[in-house]
């Protein structure tokens, strides 16, 4: 791609940095690439299509398959459709505001982080490599979108269930489930031997939210947990970075907070082990894809 330079590659990546730095936490792939638009438009050759996909307007591509070298480079995390900047990335953008120099920078990175795979293939830049990586990355998005819904707008009580199901699979035992109704800040009691002898008593508060538990949250929570209590927190919305100190702060009570991509990563670690019955709640299939080299 002899159109796409070194200086243009930079420009292109660091639009992308400066729209996540007014997002500390971090901002959806689809909506970094809407406001790229905006912030650095589209040459004409970034605004035409690939001779083989006709449909597939290069732009997006471009910016997708730009920043895998700051990827690598420790700069720019992408997780599940999320893309933010490390502590290394913002000061890349600071030190380095020269679009070439900020390109060769993170390839120097690149090629540092590559030099440890031997069996790393060569950098390649077609047109059927660009498309190709981009399009995997947007399939992963795609699936961890399908499977966020799902979790999100799941009865609660079938998410309830799911708990349960995934704390059995993890070896503990499960003694208590609350029935639907008021249930006092407690929705599972579970222990580490079938009879609760052994061990600290473990109670689980399961929330199915779009927003994130504040600090107030915690604080309940913390109210119906004894001394010798552990208790285990499970948020779809997440947790507010008050509620997450909050928890890491005690020090004679002990709390772990779970929220919707830990408690999917669990899911999947223990899936063989969950029971047949329970999978239903969330079924998953692994689909395999030729990974392009990036």
Do not use: C
């Amino acid at each position: 791609m002899a159109e796409i330079t070194k200086k243009r590659n930079g420009e292109l990546v660091r639009g992308v940095f400066e729209i996540l730095l007014e997002h500390p936490e971090g901002l959806a792939a689809k909506d970094v690439l809407a406001r790229m638009a905006r912030q650095v438009p589209p040459t004409e050759f970034e605004n035409s299509t690939y001779s083989k996909h006709p449909t597939v307007r290069r732009y997006e591509k471009i910016i997708r398959f730009a920043t895998i070298g700051p990827v690598k480079a420790g700069w720019l995390v992408k997780d599940r459709g999320d893309w933010s900047l490390t502590k290394e990335g913002r000061r890349a953008l600071r030190e380095h505001p020269d679009p070439e120099g900020f390109t060769e920078e993170a390839g120097r990175l690149y090629r540092k982080w590559a030099q440890d795979r031997p069996d790393f293939p060569t950098e390649d830049e077609s047109d059927d490599t660009v498309v190709e990586s981009a399009s995997l990355e947007e399939a992963e998005e795609s699936a961890w979108s399908d499977i966020e819904s799902h979790l999100a707008e799941m009865d609660p009580y079938d998410l309830q269930d799911l708990v349960a199901a995934l704390l059995r699979a993890m070896g503990y035992h499960v003694a208590w489930i609350a029935p639907p109704g008021p249930d006092k800040g407690i929705d599972i009691i579970a222990h580490s031997d079938p009879l609760g002898i052994d061990g600290p008593r473990i109670k689980v508060q399961v929330k199915r939210l779009t927003a994130r538990v504040p600090v107030d949250g915690i604080r309940a929570f913390l109210a119906v947990l004894a001394p010798t209590d552990v208790g285990l927190f499970v948020s779809t919305g997440g947790f507010t970075k008050d509620a997450q100190l909050e928890a890491r702060s005690q020090e004679t009570r002990r709390i772990m907070l779970v929220d919707l991509r830990r408690l999917f990563d669990l899911w999947v670690e223990h899936y063989g082990r969950v029971a047949e019955q329970q999978r239903r709640l969330l079924p998953l299939r692994p689909v395999y894809f030729l990974e392009p080299a990036d």
